[in-house]
Nanobody, 115 residues
Framework: QVQLVESGGGLVQAGESRRLSCAAS????????MGWYRQAPGKQRELVAL???????NYADSAKGRFTISRDNARNTVYLQMNSLKPEDTAVYYC?????????WGQGTQVTVSS
């Protein structure tokens, strides 16, 4: 089993920055893909950014140029640096990791951006 603990959410003003962290623990081995998703009220969960074990990244159009995903393989931790936040970035942000072809999700962390 893999457990994920997210941190870093909170209330921020538009234009400010925030960094989310997600640490994985348990029977991990090698983590193939780590990523961040978000779900706003009344909307479906959507991809924000992904990073592979080799460091390749993929971003949603809404995140390009403002968000940066990174990972620390030694700590089994993935980060999401969010800059120039907008009210439309308000959502619950979820971490997801893929271990041995199985998806594991974090509990989610709320990010609220006020205008």
């Amino acid at each position: 089993q893999v457990q994920l603990v997210e941190s870093g959410g909170g209330l921020v003003q538009a234009g400010e920055s925030r960094r989310l962290s997600c640490a994985a623990s348990g029977t991990i081995g090698s983590i193939n893909v780590m990523g961040w998703y978000r779900q706003a009220p009344g909307k479906q969960r959507e991809l924000v950014a992904l990073i592979t074990s080799s460091g390749s990244t993929n971003y949603a159009d809404s995140a390009k140029g403002r968000f940066t995903i990174s990972r620390d393989n030694a700590r089994n931790t993935v980060y999401l640096q969010m800059n120039s936040l907008k009210p439309e970035d308000t959502a619950v942000y979820y971490c997801k990791v893929v271990v041995r072809f199985t998806n594991y999700w974090g509990q989610g962390t709320q990010v609220t951006v006020s205008s």
